[in-house]
């Protein structure tokens, strides 16, 4: 059994709609992350929060938007997407601390189809 | 050019055959992580190397990092056909950071 649940395992929608995916931890980590996986390319990290404070945006579309209400609970809002938006997105939390990082914990992500 | 370099991106073994799979940066790489991967699936950490040789093993899996903390490599022995999937290798490169980066990743089927 993971330790992070992602929720809806599968979602298909317009480029009109507005859905959220959700993610859950259950390993009292204090950072979580959101990561793109798309077909032959290297995982995306997409946007990371330590503490409820997002510390980093690689330049993700505003299309995007994260929210962190807790150190437990991430989200993903998604609006108006592009078919190139199809993926994995994979969450992940991890416990992080100078010099003593724990491994990231991933979910089994969301397998996203923009139609 | 990706900041990590995995070799090779496909390998099909046979059942019982070793293999070894690399990952290569050109920075120092500040804790080096293996996972595996089913397909569409969610990644299972395997194993973390911190100290330049640094070794481990689980199993039949070992991987170790090299002194310069460098590159990495993820060995097998005598694969089975649990051992297929994709794996990846991420590291952080920053000493204080967790923003973690992934290589592409190796996909290896094996044989029976």
């Known amino acids: 059994e993971t330790g992070v649940t992602q929720t809806p395992r599968h979602l298909v929608m317009g480029m009109t709609n507005k859905k959220s995916l959700k993610c859950e931890q259950h390993l009292g980590h204090n950072a979580m992350y959101w990561y793109k996986q798309s077909a032959k390319k290297p995982l995306e990290l997409m946007f990371v929060y330590n503490f409820k404070e997002q510390t980093e945006n690689n330049s993700v579309p505003s299309r995007f938007s994260p929210e962190c209400p807790n150190s437990s609970h991430l989200f993903l809002h998604l609006h108006t997407l592009q078919p190139e938006d199809s993926a994995l997105y994979l969450c992940a939390s991890s416990q992080w601390g100078q010099g003593d990082n724990s491994p990231l914990h991933f979910g089994n992500g969301t397998r996203l189809t923009v139609t | 050019s990706q900041e990590l370099e995995q070799s090779p991106q496909s390998l099909i073994v046979q059942e019982g055959k070793n293999l070894t799979i690399n990952c290569t940066s050109s920075?120092?790489?500040?804790?080096l992580y293996w996972y595996k991967q089913k397909y569409g699936e969610g990644l299972i950490f395997l194993m973390m190397?911190?100290?330049?040789?640094e070794e481990k093993s689980h199993e039949k899996i070992t991987a170790k990092l090299d002194e310069k903390k460098q590159q990495s490599s993820l060995h097998i022995t005598a694969s089975q056909p649990s051992h297929a999937g994709i794996y990846l290798c991420?590291?952080?490169?920053?000493?204080?950071?967790?923003?973690?980066?992934f290589g592409a990743g190796t996909i290896l089927r094996v044989k029976s």
């Open positions: 190397l911190q100290k330049g040789g």
């Open positions: 991420g590291a952080d490169m920053r000493e204080y950071g967790n923003k973690l980066v």
């Open positions: 920075k120092t790489l500040y804790g």
